[in-house]
């Protein structure tokens, strides 16, 4: 059974604490004078979300607890990554060219275009935990796959995330094309798993009706991945690298393959 008042709550809820991280991060962007910090919060929003959901959320008891479980697993990880990825740097490139496009007071522009827009995101892209905590009972089984693909969503996320840091930290690696390991099958494996605990994600909240309405939700995560700030605009950024055309003929875009002879 579900509970729309109780949905309503937590949604509620969830939205409000979303804007208040959001503040805090633009506060704390302001004072170190980038807005990559962002990347940092990205993943304790929905860490956020997840424990409001499961907390004011009344519906099934055992979903609640996992998706919070998952996405504290998942969204904690991503963010001591970002934050050790980013710590002593300065702004992200993909930041500040978006940035130098428009006009007026810096601030009020990343409060706009990124801060704003980031923290309606985690909303939307959250709505399949909302739904489910307001969600009773539901199909074990497909609750089940769902935990299976975010399993391989996360694996395959972090051991990119490794294999990378890995990479860039033999300098005799500087200035060469990552083509190793899981990169080989795909130039995007984090963005690739990314997709998978997301696509995971709706499947555990799709288990209970009527979790399968927030379908758009995963949809969306995935553009993001694809086509919008995710690859595509990694790829741009990579384009003038000295053998990354060739990389990009031998290996595959987002889905994983073997790699082309």
């Keep these: 059974m579900f509970d729309g008042s109780n949905f309503l709550a937590v949604t509620g809820f969830s939205l409000l604490a979303i804007v208040l991280l959001m503040v805090a991060t633009a506060v704390e962007g302001h004072r170190q004078g980038r807005v990559s910090v962002v990347d940092t919060t990205w993943g304790l929003g929905f860490v956020v979300v997840a424990a409001v959901a499961a907390v004011v959320g009344d519906g099934a008891v055992w979903r ?8 504290a697993a998942w969204g904690l990880r991503l963010a001591w990554h970002m934050h050790q990825r980013n710590r002593g740097k300065g702004e992200d490139p993909r930041y500040a060219a978006m940035l130098e496009k428009e006009s007026g007071n810096p601030t009020l522009v990343a409060i706009r275009k990124v801060y704003g827009i980031q923290g309606l995101s985690v909303w939307f892209v959250s709505l399949p935990i909302q739904v489910s905590a307001a969600a009773g009972g539901g199909v074990v089984v497909v609750a089940v796959v769902g935990l299976a693909l975010w399993l391989l969503g996360v694996s395959f996320e972090s051991l990119g995330d490794k294999q990378l840091k890995d990479f860039k930290a033999d300098p ?10 899981l990169w080989s099958w795909t130039r995007h494996p984090n963005y690739f798993g990314d997709s998978c605990v997301w696509w ?47 990389y990009q003929q031998r290996t595959s875009y987002f889905l994983p393959r073997p790699p082309r002879r």
Excluded: C, Q
């Design 64 to 71: 609640r607890l996992a998706l919070f479980g998952i996405i």
């Design 172 to 181: 005799a690696n500087k200035g060469t094309v990552m083509d190793r390991g």
């Design 200 to 246: 995971g994600t709706w499947l555990v909240a799709a288990s209970a009706w009527p979790g399968v309405l927030t379908i758009l939700s995963p949809v969306a995560m995935t553009y993001f991945l694809v086509f919008a700030t995710g690859a595509r605009l990694l790829e741009k950024h990579m384009a003038e690298r000295p053998g990354y055309a060739e």
